[in-house]
């Protein structure tokens, strides 16, 4: 019965771009991170699979969702673009294996970038959205 099992996850599109687009937005990510503060950066990014899914099913307004591919297995995040997809919000998935310095973690998952007045955080969403890949 497994055998005929239709997997809904097979064919999920990851949008990654390119690596040296992929460079270029995590170089700024880095950049802006280091210059706010712990509070700012709590504020308007979420971090984690569970707070991200809770986040959009709830119709929490978030501008961008970036997904770190390598630093967890795809089994745990590839619901999250089906989501993002069906809640019209964007995302990226980055292959490059990757530890943001500036943050206090061992590995992200995936964080997403919350609507808010914060110019700088902001600057990040419109990096990764003019970009074409």
Same mark, same amino acid.
């Given at each position: 019965?497994?055998?005929?099992? &239709? ?9 990654? $771009?390119? +690596? ?5 937005? %995590?170089?700024? @990510?880095?950049?802006?991170?280091? *210059? ?18 809770? =986040?959009?099913?709830?119709?929490? $307004?978030?501008?961008?969702?970036? %997904?770190?591919? +390598?630093?967890? +297995? ?6 999250? +673009?089906?989501?993002?997809?069906? /809640? ?16 206090? @973690? ?5 964080? =997403? &970038? /919350?609507?808010?007045?914060? *110019? ?7 990096? =990764? ?5």
């Amino acid at each position: 019965m497994s055998k005929y099992r &239709i997997s809904l996850f097979e064919n999920c599109y990851w949008n990654t $771009p390119s +690596p040296e687009t992929e460079e270029e937005i %995590l170089s700024h @990510f880095s950049r802006v991170i280091s *210059e706010l503060n712990e509070s700012s950066v709590k504020k308007q990014i979420l971090f984690g699979v569970n707070d991200i899914t809770k =986040a959009i099913e709830n119709d929490v $307004p978030i501008s961008l969702v970036i %997904l770190f591919r +390598p630093n967890v +297995p795809t089994t745990i995040i590839r619901h999250i +673009p089906l989501i993002c997809r069906t /809640k019209k919000i964007d995302y990226l998935g980055f292959l490059k294996n990757t530890k943001i310095s500036c943050l206090h @973690f061992k590995n992200i998952s995936c964080l =997403a &970038i /919350k609507h808010g007045e914060c *110019e700088r955080i902001n600057s990040i969403v419109e990096l =990764a959205l003019k970009i074409k890949f």
